[in-house]
Nanobody, 122 residues
Framework: QVQLVESGGGLVQAGDSLRLSCAAS????????MGWFRQAPGKEREFVAT????????YYADSVKGRFTISRDNAENTVYLQMNSLKPEDTAVYYC???????????????WGQGTQVTVSS
């Protein structure tokens, strides 16, 4: 059984930064692709960023490229999402997931955390 716990969300102003964390347990984290997705009110969950097991490869949605950075610490079984220059349109519940492959496709992510709310005021 895989367990993922996100943390680090909150209420910030436009231009501020936040760092989200996702702590994993229950399987071999260090060999797993990890991804961040988000879901805004009234919208479908969308891809944000993904990172390979070795951290050699990362990929970002165009909407966050240059502002967000995904990273991981395999010794701590944790993946991070550093979010800078936040915008009101970044407001959403952010989820981390364990991916079967390095992909942006949500259906390839097998396990999800409960999510953490990020709210950016203008």
């Amino acid at each position: 059984q895989v367990q993922l716990v996100e943390s680090g969300g909150g209420l910030v102003q436009a231009g501020d930064s936040l760092r989200l964390s996702c702590a994993a347990s229950g399987r071999t984290f260090s060999s797993s692709v990890m991804g961040w997705f988000r879901q805004a009110p009234g919208k479908e969950r969308e891809f944000v960023a993904t990172i390979s097991w070795s951290a050699e490869s990362t990929y970002y949605a165009d909407s966050v490229k240059g502002r967000f950075t995904i990273s991981r610490d395999n010794a701590e079984n944790t993946v991070y999402l550093q979010m800078n220059s936040l915008k009101p349109e970044d407001t959403a519940v952010y989820y981390c997931g364990v991916g079967r492959v390095f992909t942006v496709q949500e259906r390839q992510y097998l396990y999800w955390g409960q999510g953490t709310q990020v709210t950016v005021s203008s």
